[in-house]
């Protein structure tokens, strides 16, 4: 088992910038694909952005060059730094642990990006 708890969601104003965070309970990401996925009111959860245990990333293209994943493993945590918000990067942000055919899932931390 795996527990996954995100931070420093919050509100910003178009253009600005914000760094989540996903701290896990134990050492796992240097093993396991992290993503970080979104889901707004009444959308689709979507994949954000991928890294995996070998360092790989990957990003959506709605978020390509706006946004960076990145990990620190000493401190068992992943970072999403997200730069140039727009409004429609409002969303819950919630990031996933996989690895085998097990999927552990953070509680979601909340993005709004208004004037």
């Known amino acids: 088992q795996v527990q996954l708890v995100e931070s420093g969601g919050g509100l910003v104003q178009p253009g600005g910038s914000l760094r989540l965070s996903c701290a896990a309970s134990r050492s796992i990401f240097g093993i396991y694909t992290i993503t970080w996925y979104r889901q707004a009111p009444g959308k689709t959860r979507d994949m954000v952005a991928i890294?995996?245990?070998?360092?790989?990333?990957v990003y959506a293209s709605s978020v390509k060059g706006r946004f960076t994943i990145s990990r620190d493993n000493a401190k068992n945590t992943v970072y999403l730094q997200m730069n140039s918000l727009k409004p429609d990067d409002t969303a819950v942000y919630y990031c996933?642990?996989?690895?085998?055919?097990?999927?552990?899932w953070g509680q979601g931390t909340q993005v709004t990006v208004s004037s």
């Open positions: 890294i995996t245990g070998s360092g790989t990333t």
């Open positions: 996933k642990a996989g690895l085998g055919g097990h999927d552990y």
